[in-house]
């Protein structure tokens, strides 16, 4: 029923039950049952000439997310500060399976624009984000792309087996960031680090981006410098943060010393 919403795209806002019974391969009493059930949750809406949309809801999830996201959170003051000290735009994106996506921008410079605005999915071979992030995940997530996508690995300059595979990812994630021109927008130039959450798992990247005229070999140090601070001040709050909740049910110390836990009910 969910894998319903995976119909909608900007080339294709509106479809009737019959055409998803067709892309589903159910019956059309089935997707008519599943809609009415996405329907009532705001997932869905009625349009004209029986056809449906997404709905309202997501509008409101999209909303708590912006509000709500630790990532988002704990970022966002960073981000500001990065880009009013260097004039430049930033992107928070963060890993989705097979995807990476934009979850949060400051961009105050509108003279021009990239492909990773917010929800966009993107590639995951291409770019400074996705390489920096590719670079810090677990090595049974990386054989397993390197099994199933070798082909997008090696069109993407990033090994065309597992040796150069994990040799060129092991020298980014050494370095510690990331520098890529050209490989997802022309023009523009991005200088990414990696994210972590909890026990150090990637969770997502901090991306300066820049027209490539105004990128500077003499000022990439300062801005990596920078960008590395900001990485782990928000890499420290994300860790932080499941410490926190488990103090939630910490109980208070008994008579004499000894503590005990909070059950949930």
Not at 14 to 40: D, F, H, P
Not at 53 to 64: C, E, H, K, P, T
Not at 92 to 106: A, N, Q, T
Request: one cysteine or more; proline letters at 5%.
């Amino acid at each position: 029923m969910l894998g319903l919403l995976d119909l909608y795209t900007a080339d294709r806002p509106a479809w009737t039950a019959e055409q998803m019974a067709g892309q589903a391969k159910c019956s059309v009493a089935t997707i008519y049952r599943y809609v009415k059930a996405l329907t009532n949750s705001g997932l869905l809406a009625p349009a004209s000439s029986g056809t449906f949309v997404l709905g309202a809801r997501i509008i409101q999830l999209d909303r708590q997310i912006r509000l709500s996201d630790p990532l988002i959170a704990a970022s966002r003051a960073w981000m500001t500060k990065l880009s009013k000290k260097f004039g430049e735009n930033l992107i928070l994106c963060s890993f989705y399976g097979s995807h990476v996506i934009c979850i949060h921008e400051e961009w105050p410079d509108s003279s021009y624009t990239t492909s990773y605005v917010r929800g966009n999915p993107m590639p995951l071979f291409k770019g400074a984000v996705s390489k920096v992030i590719l670079a810090n995940l677990p090595v049974y997530k990386l054989k397993s792309l390197m099994l199933y996508q070798a082909r997008e690995i090696a069109a993407a300059g990033l090994g065309s087996d597992w040796v150069s595979f994990k040799g060129r990812l092991k020298e980014i994630r050494k370095d510690g960031y990331c520098v890529a021109a050209g490989e997802v927008d022309p023009g523009l130039t991005g200088t990414a680090v990696p994210l972590f959450g909890a026990e150090r798992q990637i969770t997502g990247a901090l991306c300066l981006i820049q027209p490539l005229k105004r990128f500077s070999k003499e000022t990439l140090p300062k801005r990596i410098e920078a960008l590395k601070s900001a990485s782990e001040a928000v890499s420290e709050a994300m860790s932080a943060q499941p410490r926190a909740e488990r103090k939630k049910f910490q109980a208070p110390a008994a008579p004499g010393g000894a503590t005990g836990s909070r059950r949930l009910a």
